[in-house]
Every structure is written in C-alpha cells, then in structure tokens.
C-alpha cells in the first residue's frame, strides 16, 4: 500500500558526512509527518529528528546542530544530512511516516532500515 525506501548510509570515520534519504511511495494522499528513529545495539529506539507538516523541525539533544532534516514535498522524500558524526551515532536508522492513504486510511509506515557506522 505505501513502502518506504531508504538509501545512504553507510561507514564513515568520526567526523565526516553522511546523507541518507527515504522516498514514499505507493498510494499516498498526504503525509502529515516524515522522520528518522535509529537504534543501537543494546539501545533502545531513537527519536532522531521529525518534520510535522506546517511545524518546525524537532531534533534529539544528540544531534542538534549536527543533523539536518528536510523534505521534498512533491517527491514524498525525507533526507537527513548528518556532519560531524560520532561513533555514538553509530545505528540503524530507520525511515518513519504518518500518512493518508488515497483510501482514506492512516497509517504509519516504516523503513526498512539502513546501517551507519561510525569508525573512531
């Protein structure tokens, strides 16, 4: 019904860059929200930064002015610029949206998930 896939990601020294993104596809009306969560292992799941439709970005402590959201309405893609990585950021990062589907139906959808690791 709608799949989200994501790409990016990656290994990186400490330091350096890396941008994921997530494209939503599938029978979509809206998507009211697109984020990024990650999990590390033996961590629990992770807010990592959210767009809410008409809202500011909202950033984890973690990562603020570091990681930047942004989105791309007309091509129902989330991106995720990440600088200045720590090997604390090291997780499955995973793709999150709210959507209305052309049915009328809300749902929320998940990624299938893609590895960054970050080397000291």
């Known amino acids: 019904q709608v799949q989200l896939v994501e790409s990016g990601g990656g290994l990186v020294q400490a330091g350096g860059s890396l941008g994921l993104s997530c494209a939503a596809s599938g029978s979509i009306f809206s998507i009211n929200r697109m984020g990024w969560y990650r999990q590390a292992p033996g961590k629990q799941h992770q807010l990592v930064a959210v767009?809410?439709?008409?809202?500011?970005?909202n950033y984890a402590d973690s990562v603020k002015g570091r990681f930047t959201i942004s989105r791309d309405n007309a091509k129902n893609t989330v991106y995720l610029q990440m600088n200045s990585l720590k090997p604390e950021d090291t997780a499955v990062y995973y793709c999150?949206?709210?959507?209305?589907?052309?049915?009328?139906?809300?749902?929320?959808?998940w990624g299938q998930g893609t590895q960054v690791t970050v080397s000291a």
């Open positions: 767009l809410i439709s008409g809202e500011s970005a």
């Open positions: 999150n949206a709210d959507v209305w589907t052309t049915m009328r139906a809300r749902g929320n959808y």
